[in-house]
């Protein structure tokens, strides 16, 4: 399983030594190699660590480390319950994540009650970057950005918490354009990403090589769009991709999928009803493969609101049909954009 995050100890992890002890401390020589490679590969950082927050984190700032480790739990807390409550706050599966800590015991805690952590002995990392699990096969210009936008999202979730009044008109401020084009040459890389990486907003779990959707690309029976998001405090870059095959009379949706970082920005819906309202101006019948991967309820749900009604199973595979009694237009508060 790839990880998608790599939490950190402090005390004799990132910097020997004890804080509460010595408030001079001194990194690690290999850890701002390692932070800064995986940053650069789109893995994220974090932290648990039992610790007093407010001298951990001024210590962090004066080692020129405090902007990479998003959603920091520095308590006395147990550091189990540190990395659920990140993985909540990232929205991302705890079999994304990697744990390091000097401690066995921590380690352990941490490998019983989160069975699909990886967890590492921060003594014995002297291969991290070379394990498949830190190595994406592709390093796209999404992954390099990736915790900017995550920052991003953060100050969008704060000023969400401020805001006094129905979200709908706090989405309004954020001037959201949702964008919808060809997936081009140049977007395979992330197109290939997002069928990696994504689990939780996909219709099937079916992943596509970099080869495999060049082909559809190029296929006069298949369409391949990608979608983007952005708004006033940056890109969201490519959150989104679909895959039709055209057949005479009806058309497939054999992949959707949308990145988890957009759940809460209500914009889920617009890819779908865009192939809704496509497929009934050409006269076609739209129905679309579902399977459930036991993380992808959300994606279920998405289609009954849609519309869609299952009228054929094989094996895992349910089939789904749209009378596009359901058909909505994209909500008020976002912008829709449409690329030849």
Known sequence: MAVKCVVWDL????????????????????????????????????????????????????????????YPQINWNSKADSIARIAQDLNLALDAFAFVDDQPFEREEVAFSHAGVLCLDSALLDDL????????????????????????????????????????????????????????????????????????????????????????????????????????????????????ERDEGVWTVKLLLMSCRVMSKGVGTILIHHLLRRAKAAGVRLRAELVDTGRNRQMLITYRFAGFKEIARTGEVALLENDYSALQPPPPYVELRLLD
């Not at 081009?184 to 992330?190: I, T």
């Not at 990696?196 to 099937?204: E, F, G, P, S």
């Not at 029976?221 to 959150?239: N, P």
Request: overall charge negative; glycine content about 6%; aromatic content about 8%.
């Open 11 to 70: 005390d004799n992890t990132v910097w020997d030594g004890i804080l509460l002890e010595d408030p001079e401390v001194r990194l690690r020589p290999h850890v701002v190699h390692l932070l800064r490679t995986l940053d650069e590969r789109g893995i994220l950082h974090s932290i648990a660590s039992r610790n007093d927050h407010d001298l951990a984190m001024a210590r962090l700032r004066e080692l020129g480390l405090d902007d990479y480790f998003l």
């Open 129 to 244: 970057l070379d394990r498949p699990e830190f190595n994406p096969r592709f390093i796209t210009g999404d992954s390099r950005l990736r915790r900017r936008m995550y920052q991003a999202d953060f100050r969008r979730n704060r000023e969400e918490a401020d805001y006094v009044g129905p979200k709908e008109e706090f989405l309004a401020t954020l001037g959201m354009v949702f964008t919808i084009a060809p997936c081009r040459e140049q977007d395979l890389q992330r197109a290939e990403e997002l069928t990696v990486r994504t689990h939780q907003l996909n219709t099937t779990g079916y992943t596509y090589s970099y080869e495999e959707l060049d082909a559809l690309r190029q296929s006069p029976r298949h369409e391949l769009l990608i979608a983007s998001l952005e708004d006033r405090h940056g890109a969201y870059g490519k959150i989104g991709l679909s895959l039709i």
